[in-house]
Every structure is written in C-alpha cells, then in structure tokens.
C-alpha cells in the first residue's frame, strides 16, 4: 500500500479532503493531509478571525510540506487540488514525490492562457489593491460562480457554509496570474524541462470557471523533459468543485488509480 499526501487549495482547509481520507484509508493506504501554515484550526475559527493566513506566504507553505513530506517513511503519492496543485508541480519540481496529481490545477509562473470565466471568478479578489495585504474571499454568490456553477443554489450554500474561509490575497496578487507580469523568477516557477521529475498528471472539470481546462492543458503542454511523463485528462461537466460534487468518487480513482500505475 501506499502513503498519500492530499494538499488542499486556497479559500478551503483540509476539510475539503474529508470524503477522500476514508476513502483511500478502507482501501489500505496511509493519508496525510496537511494544512497549509495558520490553516490548522477548524474552518470556523477561521472565518471568525482571518487574521492568521492573512500573511502566510508560498515560499514558507512549501517549507512546511516539505517537512511534512520528509517525515514520512517512504516518497508519497502527491494530489492536490487547485492553489494545491501547483504546489504539487512545485514540490515535484523539488524531488519530492513519486508521482504527482494537480486536479483543476492553479499555474505556475509561465501559464499564459487566461479564460474570460477565470478572471471573472478571480475578480472579487484583484479588485481593491488593499486586499494583497489581507485575507481576502468570496461571497457565497461568488463562490457558486468560481467552485460550485454545476450545483443547485441550495448545494453550492451548504458547500460554501461547511468548507469556504478567506485566503492571502497576496497569493492571487503576487503568484499566479500576475507573476507572468513581473521580471526574474517568482515563488511558483517551475522548470518545465526537469527530467528528473516524478509523473505528473493534470486533471481539469470540464465545467470549471475559475481554473477552466484551457489552463490545465497548457501547463501539461509546457513540460518538455524528455523521458518525463506528463498527462492530461478532462472529466466533462465538472466543476472546480469536483473532489467534493457528486461523482467524486471517479475522480479519486483516476487520481490514484493513475499515480499507482505511475509512481517510481
């Protein structure tokens, strides 16, 4: 059996991992799903007091997990979802892992295409420069456009009251996006042509606004390491929102499943 490392994304906590931690666990393998640095207390907590994220940075994330990472018996299995599956490229990018999944993958540094939905989803947060400095988030309307668009109104609240919480903004103001725009290499860059780097796989919802499978095929495209593996898959009419939305459990097998089949 295996040791599986779940990285969560930006705007949720570990939470987000609670149906894929039994899941994996009944089928005999060790799960750690780490937080990223302030993110350990209860979504709650968080929502009531935003202050301890509101700083945290990438490169001190990255630090975190790595030690996660090297505390472990053996290379894990790395998937992670959104914001945490360009931390999965960065930590592959790194020597950590023996195979890696980026599930509706935010970019790293480099990843160009940027489809009219993503920057409508992504608005709410580079609208009012001040929010670089702060913990900044979503409506639950605003929310049911960048996670949740395939779910009725009522599903997309209930997601949103259990697992939404605000973020740095800093991470969407400084990386992603707008790291394209600023000179030398920024904290999310990785080397594409890599050849020592783990299998990857980059899973993109077919229906997905805020990281929308235009974005995930051409990080999947930028890797060019000979005798590397890199793979793209689009499940049809899901949303950013797919490791929780119902049919969850097809996208958890083909993570594992793939990484299994992959993993070195």
């Not at 968080?46 to 940075?57: E, G, Y």
């Amino acid at each position: 059996m295996s040791t599986i490392v779940l990285i969560h994304g930006l705007w949720v906590t570990p939470r987000s991992w609670e149906h894929w931690i039994p899941y994996y666990e009944s089928r005999g393998h060790t799960v750690v799903a780490p937080a990223y640095p302030g993110f350990e207390v209860e979504v709650e907590a968080l929502r009531a007091d935003p202050a301890p994220i509101a700083t945290v940075t990438v490169p001190e994330t990255i630090a975190h997990l790595e030690k996660v990472i090297a505390a472990l018996p053996e290379k894990p299995i790395l998937i992670g979802h959104s914001f945490g599956g360009a931390l999965t490229q960065l930590l592959l990018d790194r020597g950590h892992g023996a195979a890696g999944v980026a599930i509706d993958s935010a970019p790293p540094e480099g990843i160009r295409v940027t489809p009219p939905s993503q920057i409508k989803s992504l608005f709410p947060i580079l609208n009012n420069p001040a929010k670089r400095h702060q913990a900044a988030g979503f409506t639950a309307e605003q929310w049911h456009y960048a996670f949740t668009n395939t779910l009725p109104e009522a599903e997309s609240r209930a997601a949103y009251e259990r697992y939404a919480i605000a973020a740095p903004g800093s991470w969407v103001w400084s990386y992603g996006l707008i790291a394209n725009f600023k000179p030398g290499r920024q904290e999310t860059w990785v080397d594409f042509h890599n050849a020592d780097r783990a299998p990857l796989l980059l899973i993109a919802g077919g229906a997905d606004h805020i990281m929308p499978p235009s974005v995930n095929r051409s990080n999947a495209d930028h890797y060019k390491a000979p005798g590397t593996i890199t793979e793209f898959h689009e499940f049809p009419g899901r949303s950013h929102w797919t490791c929780a939305e119902p049919g969850w459990e097809a996208v958890a097998d083909k993570a594992l499943s793939w990484a299994l089949a992959h993993a070195r």
